[in-house]
């Protein structure tokens, strides 16, 4: 199991739809298996699920849960959990001792939205800071996400997909799969 999970938390659907969306659209190119929502946006699992039919991978979007009960579930098959905050151990502090944990386990990752329940600074195992400063939540996933895996996160394939990017230093190249 190494596998990458992402729990957004408190999603407030008339105001952090976009933000979600990029929540889960960042953690899918980066090689994040699945994302799970506390609310029950539909909206937003949608949109996910069609960026990934159209550009391939097998990206899951689950809305509605219990973060504790997934949590929970999470741990007994043997995953850890980090929850990304601003006032957790910054990120260089706490890297190398993840990433030996991430060799042999999966690993969720919490990205809160509005302010995030107490009892979360306990239920996770790493509370880690992408700086200890004030900033996007999806420029901390980022970058964490290519930090535990040390580089490689830019290097997924995506099978499936309706449309494939062909790299190019100038100029746009997307072919159709048939």
């Known amino acids: 199991m190494q596998d990458i999970v992402i729990l957004r938390l408190g ?33 937003v ?11 391939g991978g097998d990206f899951w979007v689950r809305a509605g849960v219990s973060y504790r009960s997934e949590i929970r579930q999470w741990k007994e098959k043997g995953g850890f959990v980090v929850h990304l905050t601003m006032y957790g151990i910054n990120l260089p502090g706490c890297l190398e001792q993840i990433q030996e944990q991430f060799k042999g386990r999966g690993v969720m990752i919490i990205v809160g939205a509005e302010k995030v329940p107490g009892d979360i600074y306990g239920l996770a195992d790493y509370n880690v800071a992408v700086g200890n400063q004030p900033h996007s939540e999806i420029a901390a996933l980022a970058l964490f ?6 580089g490689k996160s830019l290097m997924h394939e995506f ?13 746009k190249s997307v072919v159709k799969n048939r």
């Open 45 to 55: 699992a949608e949109s996910i699920q069609r960026v990934a039919a159209a550009w």
């Open 145 to 150: 996400m290519d930090k535990l895996q040390e």
């Open 159 to 171: 099978k499936g997909g309706e449309l494939k990017i062909i790299p190019s230093e100038h100029g």
């Open 11 to 43: 999603h407030r659907p008339e105001r952090d739809a976009r933000v979600t969306t990029h929540v889960g659209l960042t953690a899918r190119a980066l090689g994040a298996k699945g994302m799970l929502l506390t609310t029950d946006d539909k909206s």
